[in-house]
Each structure stands twice: as C-alpha cells, then as structure tokens.
T-cell receptor, first 112, second 115 residues
C-alpha cells in the first residue's frame, strides 16, 4: 500500500533563513513525486515534480526539492524564505491513473 | 488558458438534500480528477475520468455519490441525501494525457457545508 508522511505539522522560520519541508513516501516502483502549495481560500498550486534524472529539482518561486531514493524522501527546500511563502504545503506521490496521494500537509509560517 | 473552474464556490445545504457541483477543466485536458479535502487534511482522491470514461472510483465514493463527464468536457459531481460528514472542500483537477507533462492543475474548489 502507498503512504506518504509529512512528519511536521508546522514549520516556523524567520524571513531570509533557509526553509525545509520534509516528506517521505512508501510506494511501489518509481513514482513521480509532486509538491503543491495551498494559500488560504485558494486552490492547490503546482510547485515542482520529480520524474527521473537529476535528484535536485527546481520549481516555481525559488523552491527546489531533493529526491533521495535510498531514504525514499523528497524534501522541499528554499534557500531564503519570504513572508509570502507562508502557506500549507503538500507532498504527493503519483499512483495509478495519475491520481495523487497527498500527505497531511505542513503549515509553513515565515516571520518577518 | 483560463484554468480549471468550479461552480459554485460555496454551497450550504440541509441534511438530506441533493447537491451538484460542476468542474470545467482546462481545454483539451483528457484527464479529470475529483478530490475531497476536509479541514486539516490533505486532499483525498475520489474519482478519475479519461475523456468521458470513469476509470477509477475510490471506496470513499459511496453510492450516494455519482460523477459524470459527458462528451469528455465538463464534469459534474452529485451527492444525494447529503450528510453532515459530507461537509468538505471538493476539488477538481485536470491534466493532459500521458508523458512527463501530466501535472494536475487544480480548480479553486467548491466548499460544501451541510447543516
């Protein structure tokens, strides 16, 4: 059975500091892996995805994610966080028919 | 490209009533998904259409739920005899078919409140 874990309910970081949001997964095969962000009262927005190749994937708004096959992890990172990055972040491996299995989400709070 | 649209954005109904939601995917996107998101949780998959064919349904989709995608364009999700536990955000997403371009793009969602 597939599962995805985001071990932190909330991550607090000061503006300008590096931001990391953790994700580990347990799925069969070599799944595609996605990160989405959700702002209050808005739909999910695609950030980035890992398909194959380079383990470091660059995405929107300065975010990047590092795929680690041996640790089955796909952590989201940003070198210098902004207050506007405060939002809810979801990791999601892709299953059959392309359906996404979302984690519970991690709330990021960036303080000025 | 106008993105995925959903209607209505908000729906308040009384327990036992039927409700129907509509999703208009991005033009020429073959794949269409419905998800449900409850407070404090990530979205959960409900059902998937490839063109007009409904190819997968989650066990979350009880017999009170039905979804259609006539002509492979817009989709509707109907909930009959609503229950308070149906209160959630219902999200629709679409994607092109196949290849590495299969990113799902989400609509703004329909928030359902069952009183």
């Amino acid at each position: 059975a597939q599962s995805v874990a985001q071990p932190e309910d909330q991550v607090n970081v000061a503006e300008g500091n590096p931001l990391t949001v953790k994700c580990t997964y347990s799925v069969s095969g070599n799944p595609y892996l996605f990160w989405y962000v959700q702002y209050p009262n808005r739909g999910l927005q695609f950030l980035l995805k890992y398909i194959t190749g380079d383990n470091l994937v660059k995405g929107s708004y300065g975010f990047e994610a590092e795929f680690n096959k041996s640790q089955t992890s796909f952590h989201l990172k940003k070198p210098s966080a902004l207050v506007s990055d405060s939002a809810l972040y979801f990791c999601a491996p892709e299953g059959s028919w392309g359906k996404l299995q979302f984690g519970a989400g991690t709330q990021v709070v960036v303080t000025p | 490209d106008t993105g995925v649209s959903q209607d209505p954005r908000h729906k308040i109904t009384k327990r036992g009533q039927n409700v129907t939601f509509r999703c208009d995917p991005i033009s020429e996107h073959n794949r269409l998904y419905w998800y449900r998101q409850t407070l404090g949780q990530g979205p959960e998959f409900l059902t998937y259409f490839q063109n007009e064919a409904q190819l997968e349904k989650s066990r979350l989709l009880s017999d009170r739920f039905s979804a259609e995608r006539p002509k492979g364009s817009f989709s509707t999700l109907e909930i009959q005899r609503t229950e308070q536990g149906d209160s959630a955000m219902y999200l629709c997403a679409s994607s092109p078919l196949g290849g590495s371009t299969d990113t799902q793009y989400f609509g703004p969602g329909t928030r359902l409140t069952v009183l």
